[in-house]
T-cell receptor, first 114, second 110 residues
């Protein structure tokens, strides 16, 4: 089954403790991205990747890192999480960076930073 | 970067009433996508509009793309409780960055 898989689905942690949210897709998609969703603010893009070893900042990249060493994986790294990063995070992928391609979203990861 | 305004932010309707959400861009778009997110779920792609003045229908949902390719609308006829959720537009301006509208949250009173 074609899907985007995020882990963990839920995480409660403390300020400053490094964490990684994994994202994997099995559709051989070139384009992957991370979003955060906050009430009243909609979906905001954090980082995106057009292909392996190619990443770039979205609209809200501060406090986050990403890597794209393999086509299928696109982990989101919070080196020193802070409470303002408490949010619902979605990973998404699409066939290519061509703007005609629909995004396929994972189920989401709810992060709480205390 | 791409700026988009989606209105209204919230809409509450009685079952059977119609519903419309609008998406307005500050610049001409190459295309626009629409997504639906059910409560507790993730956004799911609904449709893409590419041509100026394009109208597409999916059962009770009608999607329109403005003649100037700067605005779009999603209209639901005779809403049902299954229509509950947040509807997002995602205007595409040709950049690799993807921008989503803030969404319209629809609630339906049975």
């Amino acid at each position: 089954e074609a899907q985007v898989t995020q882990n963990p689905r839920y995480l409660i942690t403390v300020t400053g403790k490094k964490l990684t949210v994994t994202c994997s897709q099995n559709m051989n998609h070139e384009y992957m991205s991370w979003y955060r969703q906050d009430p009243g603010l909609g979906l905001r893009q954090i980082y995106y990747s057009m292909n392996v070893e190619v990443t770039d900042k979205g609209d809200v990249p501060e406090g986050y890192k990403v890597s794209r060493k393999e086509k299928r994986n696109f982990p989101l790294i919070l080196e020193s999480p802070s409470p303002n990063q408490t949010s619902l995070y979605f990973c998404a992928s699409s066939l290519s960076a061509d703007s005609n391609q629909p995004q396929h979203f994972g189920d989401g990861t709810r992060l709480s930073i205390l | 970067g791409q700026q988009v305004m989606q209105i209204p932010q919230y809409q509450h309707v009685q079952e059977g009433e119609d519903f419309t959400t609008y998406c307005n861009s500050s610049t001409t778009l190459s295309n626009i996508q629409w997504y639906k997110q059910r409560p507790g779920g993730h956004p799911v792609f609904l449709i893409q509009l590419v041509k100026s003045g394009e109208v597409k229908k999916q059962k009770r949902l009608t999607f329109q793309f403005g003649e100037a390719k700067k605005n779009s609308s999603l209209h639901i006829t005779a809403t049902q409780t299954t229509d509950v959720g947040t509807y997002f537009c995602a205007p595409q301006g040709g950049s690799e960055k993807l921008v989503f509208g803030k969404g319209t949250k629809l609630t339906v009173n049975p």
